[in-house]
C-alpha cells in the first residue's frame, strides 16, 4: 500500500519517453518497515485481546443470566422491596398527596381479588383511602411479574398491612390474570367497587370516560405507513412503540421530550443515521402530533435484562447512586420507578437494556450530546462498563410507565 | 523523493515536493505507531482509565473524609427498627412526620445522600457538635432543638396539619436522632470534622446580583427546579425537584435563605452530581436570585417585617426586610390550600 502511494505521488510530469521508473531501484527506507511491523503487532494483538475478551464476556454472562431464575424465586417481601417500596415506601405509608398508603387501606383488607385485579392492571383514577383521594397512576405488573411472584407478594401485603392470614396462590392469580385479560387499567376506586368488590365502600367517580382513541389519521399513517424519507416509525418501533434490542421503546415517553430528541437530529446534537434521515423528513407539526401519539400508548414491557449486567448493583444506582463515584440516583431525575419527569426526563422504566447501554456509550463518545447542563455527559462519564450494564438491565425489569395523555393529566 | 546526495535520475521541476512526500508518509506512519502503541498500552491497563471517572478530584476529596457506615450495617432489632424509621422520615419527610410539614421538602433535599454527603451538612457531622451554643435562638441547644428548628423554618411547620413542629419527646425526634447516631458510628467527638456543614465562600469583589443570579439560573438549574422555582412533579404529584421558592418551599426563618448559606450548598453541591461545576460569583449570584423571591412567613415575626428583620436577621446575608425591586421582602406566601403540585 505504501509503495503505490509513492508511485502516485511521483507520476512522470515530462513526455513519456523521459519516464524512468527510478522507483523500481530505491529500497524502502527503514522506518517505514518499522512502522509496518509495528501496526501489524499492535493488530494481531487486538484482535486476539478482543476475541478473548469476547469469549470470557459470553461466559459471564451465561453464568448470570443462569443465576437470574433463583433471584427470582425470592419472598413476597423482597419482591415488595423491589417493585413497590419505590413508590408506597418501605413502611407503605405512600406519599402525601401522591401514593396512597397500604397500611389501613381498605384496598388491602378487601376481598384478595382487588389487590390482584390492582397489580395486573394497575389504577388510573381516583380512589379513597382512610378519607383522602388520590387520583394516581399505578403501572400494570402483569408483564413484568410472573403468577407466582404477584401471588407471594399480594400476600405479604395483605397479610402485613391488611390483617388477613390467608394465603394467594399461583392458581388464584391465574384466574384473575384471565378474568379481565385484556382490559386496560383500572378508572379509579369507583369501577372497582362496581366489578371487584361491592365491599369497598363509596369510591370517589372517575368520571366521563375519555375518548382513547388516537384520532389523527395523518399521524397514523406516519405511523403505519411513513412517507417517503420520514418511513414508518413502526416498522423498527413496533406496532405499539414497544421498540426492541437498540431500538428504544418510545410508548409512554414525555411528548416535549419526543419533539426534542426529533429535533435534537436535525440539528446534530444527537447522532444516529436513519433517525437523521426521517426527522429531517417531518415537518414540526408532524414531530408534535407523533410525540403527542406515542406519549399517551401503553404497551406493555418487552424488555428483559439481556446484558448480563448485576441487576441488584443496577437497582442500588437507580435508587441511591453511587456518592463515591459521584453518581447520583437516576431517579432523583427520571422521577420514582424511572417514570420519567415531563417535559425534559424521559421515563426508563421497560426500556430495552442494549439501547439504554448504548445511549450511556453515546453520551461519552460524543454521538449524543443534547442534555440540559451537561447532565448525562457526567452521569456517563462515571460509570463503568458493568454499570452501564447493570443500570440498563435492571430498568428493563421495571414495569412500563402508566403513560397519561395530555387530556387526563 | 530525491535524496541530496544522489542526484535526480529525472530532471524534476521541484524537487523539494518528493522530501515533502517522504517526511509526510514518515510522520504520519509514525503517528499511527504511537497511536498504536499507546492504545496497546491502554488496553492491558498500564494507563489509568479515565473513561470511568475514577479520580475526579471532588471524589478524591470526599473519600479522604468520615465514612458513614453502609445501609447494610444497619442492627437487626429495635435499635435497627428505629434507625430504619429515622432513615424513612429523612428521605420522605412529608409522608413520615407528615403532621408537621407544611411544604413538599425533605430533609435528604438539602442533607444529599441520606445525611451522607460531606459538605452538604452531613449528620455525621452535626452529630458530634451537639448540645451547643446558638447565636440563633442565644442559648445551648440539644440536637432535638436543632430538628425543631428545622421543622419550624425548614420544613415550614407552621402550615402544617398540626400547625407546628414536633411537640418536646416526640417519637420523631427518638428516631431521627438514632438514625444520625448511628451515621456518626466511629466519629470524634469534639472535634471539628472535614466536610461538616457547607463550604463558606468568601464574598467577591463584585458582591451579590439577582439579576446576574437570574442568567446562572436558567442555564444551570431551571430545568430541573422549573423555570418558576416551583420544582418539578412526577405523573402522580409526588414532588421529584424540590420548589425553591413561593408556598411550597422553606420559610424565610431556614438557614437555606441566607444568601451566603445557600451560597455554600450550591457551590458544593449543585447542579446534582456536579460538585463546583459554578465557580464562586456564580453561586452568590443565583443564591441571591433565589433568596431574593418571596417565601412562607418567618413565623417568628410578631410586629412588621422590619422589626422582625432587626430582631432576628441582624448581620445576615438576607433579603428579608429588604426592599427589592420596589418590593418589601419578607411579608411571606399564602399558606397552600392544596399540598399537592401548583
Same mark, same amino acid.
Given at each position: ?13 515530462? =513526455? ?84 396512597? =398508603? ?32 388520590? %387520583? ?27 390483617? %388477613? ?177 415531563? =417535559? ?40 463503568? %462498563?458493568? %454499570? ?22 | ?21 517522504? !517526511? ?34 471532588? &471524589? ?68 458530634? /457538635? ?14 432535638? !432543638? ?30 431521627? &436522632? ?61 414532588? /421529584? ?59 417568628? &415575626? ?41
Amino acid at each position: 500500500m505504501i509503495r503505490r502511494k509513492r508511485t502516485q505521488a511521483a507520476p512522470p510530469d515530462g =513526455p513519456e519517453e523521459t519516464f524512468e521508473p527510478y522507483e523500481e531501484f530505491r529500497r524502502i527506507p527503514l522506518p517505514v518497515y518499522w512502522i509496518a511491523i509495528a501496526l501489524a503487532i499492535w493488530g494481531a494483538v487486538t484482535l486476539w485481546d478482543n476475541a478473548q475478551a469476547v469469549g470470557v464476556g459470553r461466559q459471564e454472562r451465561a453464568e448470570q443470566i443462569e443465576e437470574t431464575p433463583a433471584a427470582a424465586l425470592n419472598s413476597g417481601a423482597q419482591i415488595f422491596e423491589a417493585r413497590c417500596s419505590t413508590c408506597h415506601q418501605p413502611n407503605a405509608v405512600g406519599v402525601r398527596s401522591a401514593i396512597p =398508603p397500604l397500611a389501613g387501606s381498605r384496598f388491602v383488607a378487601a376481598d384478595p381479588a382487588v389487590v390482584v385485579q390492582i397489580l395486573l392492571h394497575g389504577i388510573d383514577g381516583p380512589i379513597d383511602v382512610g378519607g383522602r383521594t388520590f %387520583d394516581a397512576h399505578m403501572p400494570s405488573f402483569a408483564s413484568v411479574l410472573s403468577d407466582a411472584e404477584l401471588a407471594r407478594v399480594a400476600t405479604h401485603v395483605r397479610q402485613t398491612w391488611g390483617g %388477613d392470614r390467608q394465603e394467594i396462590t399461583a392458581a388464584f392469580v391465574r384466574v384473575q390474570r384471565a378474568r379481565f385479560a385484556g382490559r386496560g387499567a383500572w378508572r379509579g376506586g369507583e369501577e372497582l367497587a362496581r366489578v371487584v368488590d361491592p365491599a369497598l365502600g363509596p369510591q370517589p367517580s372517575a368520571g366521563p370516560a375519555v375518548i382513547s382513541a388516537f384520532a389523527d389519521p395523518a399521524v397514523l399513517r406516519l405511523v403505519n405507513q411513513g412517507r417517503g424519507e420520514a418511513w414508518a416509525c413502526s416498522s423498527c418501533h413496533g406496532a405499539a412503540g414497544q421498540g426492541g434490542a437498540n431500538i428504544p421503546r418510545l410508548a409512554g415517553l414525555p411528548e416535549g421530550y419526543i419533539v426534542k430528541q426529533l429535533q435534537d437530529y436535525v440539528t446534530g446534537r444527537r447522532r444516529n443515521e436513519s433517525m437523521q434521515t426521517v426527522a429531517g423528513a417531518l415537518t414540526d407539526a408532524e414531530r408534535r402530533g407523533l410525540a403527542r401519539y406515542y406519549s399517551g400508548l401503553r404497551a406493555p414491557s418487552t424488555a428483559k435484562p439481556e446484558l448480563g449486567g448485576d441487576v441488584s448493583r443496577g437497582e442500588q444506582l437507580a435508587l441511591y447512586g453511587d456518592w463515591s463515584r459521584n453518581l447520583p440516583a437516576c431517579f432523583s431525575c427520571h422521577g420514582p420507578s424511572g417514570f420519567g419527569v415531563a =417535559p425534559g426526563f424521559p421515563s426508563l422504566a421497560a426500556q430495552h437494556p442494549a439501547y439504554t447501554a448504548s445511549q450511556l456509550a453515546a453520551w461519552v463518545g460524543g454521538g449524543r450530546n443534547n442534555s440540559d447542563v451537561q447532565l448525562m455527559n457526567e452521569v456517563a462519564r462515571n460509570l463503568s %462498563d458493568a %454499570d452501564r450494564r447493570a443500570v440498563a438491565d435492571y430498568l428493563a425489569t421495571l414495569p412500563p410507565v402508566p403513560a397519561v395523555t395530555q387530556e387526563r393529566r | 523523493m530525491d535524496d541530496d546526495a544522489k542526484p535526480s535520475p529525472t530532471p524534476r521541476d521541484n524537487p523539494g515536493k518528493g522530501l515533502f512526500a517522504r !517526511d509526510l508518509i514518515y510522520a504520519v506512519g509514525g503517528g499511527f505507531a504511537l497511536f498504536a502503541i499507546a492504545a496497546f498500552a491502554f488496553d492491558a491497563g498500564w494507563l489509568r482509565d479515565r473513561k470511568a471517572g475514577e479520580a475526579d478530584g471532588d &471524589q478524591d476529596v470526599q473519600a479522604a473524609m468520615f465514612q458513614p457506615p453502609p445501609d447494610s450495617a444497619i442492627p437487626d432489632g429495635p435499635e435497627g427498627d428505629a434507625i430504619r424509621r429515622g432513615q424513612a422520615i429523612f428521605m420522605n419527610t412529608s409522608a413520615n412526620a407528615s403532621d408537621f410539614v407544611g411544604n413538599n421538602l425533605s430533609c435528604s433535599n438539602c442533607h444529599l445522600d441520606g445525611g451522607r454527603r460531606a459538605n452538604s451538612a452531613p449528620m455525621w457531622a452535626a452529630w458530634t /457538635v451537639y448540645p451547643k451554643y446558638r447565636s440563633k435562638n442565644k442559648q445551648i441547644n440539644t440536637m432535638e !432543638d436543632r430538628v425543631k428548628g428545622c421543622f419550624t423554618y425548614s420544613m415550614n411547620a407552621q402550615h402544617s396539619p398540626t400547625g407546628g413542629p414536633p411537640p418536646p419527646g416526640h417519637d420523631v425526634y427518638k428516631d431521627l &436522632q438514632i438514625y444520625m447516631h448511628w451515621l456518626a458510628t466511629g466519629a470524634p467527638t469534639g472535634e471539628d470534622m472535614e466536610g461538616a456543614g457547607y463550604p463558606e465562600l468568601e464574598m467577591t469583589s463584585a458582591g451579590y446580583d439577582p439579576a446576574r443570579g437570574a442568567q446562572v439560573y436558567a442555564a444551570n438549574c431551571a430545568a430541573c427546579h422549573g423555570g418558576d422555582g416551583q420544582g418539578q412533579y412526577d405523573i402522580n404529584g409526588r414532588p /421529584v425537584f424540590p420548589a425553591l421558592w413561593g408556598p411550597r418551599s422553606y420559610n424565610w426563618g431556614a438557614g437555606m435563605a441566607r444568601v451566603n448559606t445557600a451560597a455554600g450548598f450550591i457551590k458544593a453541591n449543585m447542579p446534582l452530581g456536579q460538585s463546583n461545576r459554578l465557580s464562586d460569583q456564580q453561586a452568590w449570584d443565583v443564591a441571591a436570585y433565589i433568596n431574593s423571591h418571596e417565601r412562607p412567613r418567618d413565623p417568628r &415575626q410578631t410586629g412588621t417585617v422590619q422589626e422582625a428583620a432587626q430582631k432576628n436577621h441582624g448581620g445576615e446575608e438576607t433579603y428579608y426586610g429588604r426592599t427589592y425591586q420596589g418590593r418589601l421582602i419578607g411579608v411571606g406566601t399564602p399558606e397552600p390550600t392544596s399540598r399537592a403540585r401548583p
